[in-house]
């Protein structure tokens, strides 16, 4: 299957304004047959389309019940996050005439606004989306505020859908070929203007030295990626890394509580990932994931894996996020080797058989343990383990030591010591440890 575009999708959230838009009205209870206003609507209410995860064009509904008013003028708006406000659409062509026109299927035409960001919707289902609004300045004689029926309310997604394996200069090809035109190409660099939906049995492939850049800071876009996709960014060779590669991720706000959960599978190697936004809730990971050295950073937010199943494997990893933020590590079998938190609050973790290795938290940096268990702090240096260490919801922090005792003795070669007695203490002279420490032996004791 081709990679296709700009296909069809139905809209997720309705919700409607009322009395002079300062309440809200009872949700639609499904986006085929509701009202589009009151009976009695009056200046400043508005009904809101709402698409949770990506910004979209093209609103289609099906009117089965023409608004009936002397007169009504509706102004089409959307939210502008540069500004905080509601703006009129640009060039937005309202095909139902307000409403009014009879029964049958319309459009209302607009392309994709620059600056449009998530905002809140109310009631069921009450969650962010890429909303747009009409709302109504100026109305008199109305009897009857429409409604739609017989089909979903519909819109264009602006997504370049991946079914198949792609490279960045196939990816260029396949627009160019459709006359998308949203795919633009100098040397290795790449600038995608849409979404990016991966498919089931997808591939994208950022190869070494390439550079993909997905909208800017003034025109966000989404990377949706689904179960059995593989997005790689860098090539591995013979069990370490060549060349890298560059992901530049301009994302919505993602601040809504609907999830952006990136499934499949996710590779990074020695390679640059930048997200600008998405808190986290965009990407929500919930990938099998290697990423090994590798830079990963997040101007405002953090970065984040979801509890499950996946394996999770980070290895001489640094992240920079958000002063504020974290690392969460919510999955389960997570492998984590030598990573530098280099901006951040330290490492939140509530998943199980969860091992850290090799990491300097410093004098600031958090470990935080919450609804998880069996998990490992190995070889890790914190400047006050009393500090910054905290256990939540009943977890108690373990401190794993791996003693490897070796002898010079009469300036003869280092011999090892089998099995050696050890008696360990912890700073206030509490005994955690008195036994043989056998060959290769770990210990775990309480800290």
């Known amino acids: 299957m081709a990679t296709t575009f700009d296909a ?93 026109n009879a029964p049958g299927l319309y459009t209302i035409a607009f392309n994709v606004p620059d600056g449009w960001d998530t905002l809140w919707g109310q009631g069921s289902p009450g969650r962010q989306a890429f909303y747009i609004r009409a709302r109504i300045t100026a109305v008199s004689g109305i009897t009857e505020g429409g409604a739609n029926s017989t089909s979903a309310v519909t819109m264009n997604t602006w997504t370049l859908f991946l079914n198949n394996s792609r490279t960045l200069s196939q990816l260029r090809a396949d627009s160019d070929a459709g006359g998308w035109g949203v795919v633009t190409q100098l040397g290795n660099y790449y600038l995608v203007s849409a979404n990016i939906h991966l498919g089931p049995s997808s591939t994208l492939t950022i190869g070494a030295g390439e550079i993909l850049q997905v909208s800017s800071v003034i025109a966000p876009r989404t990377i949706l990626k689904d179960t059995g996709s593989i997005l790689t960014i860098g090539t591995l060779s013979g069990g370490d890394t060549s060349g890298g590669g560059t992901l530049l991720y301009y994302n919505s706000d993602g601040s809504s509580n609907s999830y952006n959960v990136w499934a499949g599978v996710l590779n990074i190697y020695n390679s640059y990932f930048y997200k600008h936004q998405g808190w986290f809730r965009d990407p929500s990971m919930a990938t099998t994931t290697d990423i090994r050295n590798s830079l990963l950073e997040d101007a405002t937010s953090v970065f984040y894996w979801m509890p499950g199943t996946n394996t999770v494997n980070l290895r001489n990893v640094i992240f920079s996020y958000a002063t504020s933020g974290r690392l969460y590590l919510y999955g389960s079998n997570t492998t984590v080797n030598n990573i530098t938190i280099a901006r951040g609050t330290g490492i939140y973790c509530g998943g199980s058989n ?71 203490r912890n700073r206030v002279g509490t005994e955690l440890f008195n036994g043989v420490w056998s060959t290769n032996l770990i210990a775990t004791v309480l800290s």
């Open 8 to 100: 069809s999708g139905n809209i997720h959230a309705i919700c409607r304004r009322i009395n002079g838009g300062t309440a809200w009205a009872a949700n639609p209870a499904n986006t085929t047959t509701f009202d589009y206003f009151d009976d009695k609507e009056q200046v400043g209410d508005f009904v809101c389309f709402g698409e949770f995860h990506r910004p979209w064009r093209n609103l289609r509904i099906r009117i089965g019940t023409p608004l009936v008013a002397t007169s009504i003028t509706i102004v089409w708006e959307f939210w502008h996050r540069p500004t905080s406000a509601w703006v009129a659409i640009p060039g937005v062509v309202d095909g139902s005439n307000a409403f009014r």
């Open 354 to 424: 969860v091992v850290l290795a090799n990491i300097d938290f410093g004098t600031t940096k958090m470990f935080t343990s919450v609804n998880s268990t069996s998990n490992s702090l190995l070889d890790c240096i914190m400047g006050n383990f009393d500090t910054q260490i905290e256990a939540l919801a009943g977890n108690t922090n373990l401190v794993r030591y791996t003693i490897s005792l070796r002898a010079h003795i009469d300036g003869d070669a280092e011999t090892a010591i089998a099995s050696p007695h050890v008696i360990v």
